[in-house]
């Protein structure tokens, strides 16, 4: 295996199995899964539209369920979809379209603390972001914001302008969560310059997103009795009113330069270093300027970066690490049953950050002494579940050059094979990307 290979496989990937072929062309190996066809098996999972009926099921039979102790079937199905999210990354012929899957659901993160979230977070992935990881920008903006998971998330479902049907008559109110955080987190930033009344007016034109969940048709539902009528001013420009007024401001902000930048800072950070060189920002800025927020062409663009193939400049978040070692390990999704329980146990648990911001995406949130303690702890726990690997021949298949001389001559040194496993994928190459 060549250096090459190598971080294609880390670096853009989730870790080498050893049953998988190392790729032989690296760079085409990574565009192909751009073009191809998402692989991940979604046919027969629930939609939104289910999730939203048993979530309102659920909290019909609430009391009951309680006194009777009764399962909770939200709590099933949220274990389940985690499960499945992290089963498919075991396997997945398309590691680096996984990744990208990752990146744009951390940048859009919902957290599952209500029912509604809970029900439809397997869902939002495969609705909202996941078609949408090679295409554009703008398209992947909408779908989030009018899912049912995010409009849960971020308590847009209780807004209401002042002057709205029903905000007059049961004097109900803005919420401004959504607004803020798509001006904040998802699209401009306040590089863009925005100011607080730039938020009200946003929330203003948002109002009436919404969902149904006691009636059918189930999900996104514009609510024009809590719209606020009227034209709003934001960052300069006057929306109309009604739903369109919201389509057309989202489609200018997803294409506004101050997105691009900040899309192309956070892609980056990811996929290059901590502190992303302004010459590759540049780049990847300017293949979304000039294509109009194309995220294939933008991911494509990653690969020739030239920062992107200097190894492991990376540290591995807790998801990527536990994958990465379940996968140089050979296990798959059926060896693994607690496996969203693993990640958790490391310290970011699915569908759970604390923050609209997502998890982060630098190694002094994710290397302190604690932290790394609980993966040695990890790596000699699921060390033991693969006593016959050979593991000094093991690292080359799934390390190779990777592998530095020190981890290597220690492995060859230890007193078990178990022993010999944990330093491998507790080294401190194996902790980066």
Request: contains cysteine.
């Amino acid at each position: 295996m060549d250096m090459t290979a190598a971080i294609a496989a880390t670096r853009f990937g989730l870790g080498l199995r050893p049953d998988e072929p190392v790729p032989d062309h690296p760079k085409r190996w990574l565009r192909d899964q751009l073009t191809a066809p998402d692989p991940t098996p979604v046919a027969g999972k629930p939609s939104s539209a289910d999730g939203l009926r048993l979530a309102y099921q659920a909290r019909m039979d609430a009391r009951t369920a309680k006194a009777e102790g009764a399962p909770n079937p939200v709590s099933a199905q949220l274990r389940g979809e985690v499960r499945d999210l992290l089963g498919n990354a075991l396997v997945t012929p398309a590691p680096f379209r996984e990744r990208l899957v990752w990146f744009w659901a951390n940048h859009f993160t919902i957290a599952a603390r209500s029912r509604p979230v809970s029900a439809c977070a397997g869902a939002y992935i495969r609705e909202a972001i996941r078609p949408h990881v090679t295409g554009n920008f703008r398209d992947m903006l909408l779908a989030v914001m009018r899912h049912p998971a995010m409009l849960a998330y971020l308590d847009q479902a209780r807004s209401a302008g002042p002057d709205s049907l029903v905000g007059e008559r049961k004097h109900l109110g803005l919420n401004e969560n959504l607004a803020r955080e798509c001006l904040e987190l998802h699209t401009v930033t306040p590089a863009s310059g925005y100011t607080q009344a730039d938020v009200t007016a946003f929330a203003r034109v948002l109002t009436g997103w919404s969902f149904e969940w006691h009636h059918e048709p189930v999900g996104f539902r514009f609510r024009r009795g809590t719209h606020e009528p009227g034209e709003q001013m934001v960052l300069g420009r006057r929306w109309p009113g009604g739903e369109e007024g919201g389509v057309a401001l989202l489609s200018w902000l997803a294409d506004h330069p101050s997105t691009h930048r900040h899309l192309a800072e956070k892609l980056v950070r990811h996929f290059v270093a901590d502190d992303p060189p302004a010459a590759d920002v540049r780049v990847i800025e300017g293949v979304l300027r000039s294509s109009r927020g194309d995220l294939g062409a933008a991911s494509a663009a990653l690969i020739d970066l030239p920062g992107a193939w200097s190894p492991l400049a990376k540290v591995r978040t807790p998801q990527e690490y536990v994958i990465a070692c379940l996968r140089g390990l050979g296990l798959r999704p059926d060896a693994v049953p607690n496996i969203g329980g693993l990640v958790g146990g490391l310290g970011q648990p699915v569908f759970q950050a604390p923050f609209p911001i997502g998890w982060p995406d630098r190694a002094s949130d994710w290397a302190g002494p604690e932290a790394m303690l609980q993966r040695v702890d990890f790596a000699y726990g699921i060390a033991g579940r693969v006593p016959l690997i050979e593991p000094v021949e093991h690292a080359g298949t799934i390390m190779g050059p990777l592998l530095s001389a020190g981890t290597l001559a220690a492995m060859r040194g230890a007193g078990s094979r178990r022993d010999a496993m944990t330093l491998l994928i507790a080294s401190p190459e194996f902790q980066r990307r």
